[in-house]
């Protein structure tokens, strides 16, 4: 359709061109002549226009002609087409037949297949089945037979665990004993360092030192004890007023101890060390006496208490017997 009108459009304009040529021509011969003007252009145009209307009904023959033809091409092309199309159709048809026909046959072969590998694997399973059944049955009797094993071996076991319980008790108690024994056997130490950190920056008082005379080991803490409550060496010493340790004298005895002087050294070494004071400790650290009696526990000497009130407030006596 755009084809047909874009040809009328160009007729138009050749017969619009050719017009004004022929009139621009006739109004030129007209002038010459001497001829009217106007009366030769209207005869020139009804003529033209009369041609016009010829050429515009022979080109809509033509117009009508080509779009005949237009459709019996088209009519043509589309016959042809729905006779491929019908053929590969047919021929589509035939190729689905063939390839379901052989697929067909594939499945069933495949089927075949499978059906026998299950009826060979079922067979495998079955005797798999037996066999298992027959060694779970043999299983079993030696779960019971390693039960019953097993049960008696408990019972071993519990003895034994008993007898064991028993000789760790019996072990625990020797090396209870023998640690006594060795703690009772070595002699006392005393913990310098603790014992001076316990006395640094406290009240100091004068404190004589006794021991049980020929007992080395009692005269030895006795030295220790001098050592780091006195001066010390090169002045290392807690500072306090400390004499020379001496054997036990009936001088500083408490009231309550025998005067005869066997029995009162007895009496106060029968606990290891005894501390005599003028007056009785209320656990506290803040006067000399609290902070000797805080000084020797810490540095692990164990020691008994007594007042004496004769003695002076600032004098201490430290009595030292065998270790206990």
């Given at each position: 359709m755009r084809f047909i009108l874009l040809l009328f459009s160009r007729i138009a304009a050749i017969a619009k061109a050719m017009s004004m040529t022929i009139m621009i021509t006739n109004?030129?011969?007209?002038t010459e002549s001497g001829s009217n003007p106007v009366t030769e252009a209207t005869k020139q145009h009804r003529w033209i226009f009369g041609a016009y209307i010829v050429v515009l009904v022979l080109v809509?023959?033509?117009?009508?002609?080509?779009?005949?033809?237009?459709n019996n091409l088209s009519e043509a092309i589309q016959s042809d087409a729905k006779a491929r199309i019908a053929k590969v159709e047919a021929d589509a048809r035939t190729e689905i037949a063939r390839v379901e026909s052989g697929a067909q046959e594939r499945i069933s072969e495949a089927q075949r297949e499978s059906n026998e590998k299950i009826a060979r694997l079922k067979s495998e399973a079955d005797?798999?089945?037996?066999q298992a059944d027959a060694e779970a049955a043999q299983a079993n009797q030696q779960t019971k037979k390693l039960e019953s094993d097993n049960l008696k071996l408990q019972a071993n076991v519990a003895t034994l665990e008993k007898d064991a319980a028993e000789?760790?008790?019996k072990q625990a108690q020797a090396e209870t004993m023998l640690a006594n024994i060795v703690k009772r056997q070595n002699p006392r130490i005393l913990d310098s360092k603790t014992f001076l950190?316990?006395?640094k920056d406290k009240p100091k008082a004068r404190v004589e030192i006794m021991y049980q005379e020929n007992e080395p080991e009692p005269f030895g803490l006795a030295v220790q004890i001098r050592r780091w409550l006195g001066e010390g060496v090169?002045?290392?010493?807690?500072?306090?007023?400390?004499?020379d340790p001496k054997p036990i004298s009936p001088e500083w005895l408490p009231p309550n101890v025998p005067t005869n002087m066997p029995l009162a050294s007895s009496y106060l070494t029968i606990w290891g060390l005894t501390v005599v004071t003028s007056k009785s400790w209320k656990g506290e650290d803040d006067d000399?006496?609290?902070?000797?009696?805080?000084?020797?526990?810490?540095?692990?000497?164990s020691f008994i208490r007594m007042v004496n009130p004769k003695l002076p407030p600032d004098l201490f006596v430290i009595?030292?017997?065998p270790k206990v």
């Open positions: 109004i030129q011969l007209s809509a023959l033509f117009s009508y002609l080509v779009w005949t033809s237009g005797k798999g089945i037996a000789a760790r008790t950190e316990k006395l090169n002045g290392d010493g807690a500072g306090w007023d400390v004499p000399a006496m609290g902070a000797l009696m805080v000084a020797l526990m810490a540095s692990g000497i009595v030292i017997g």
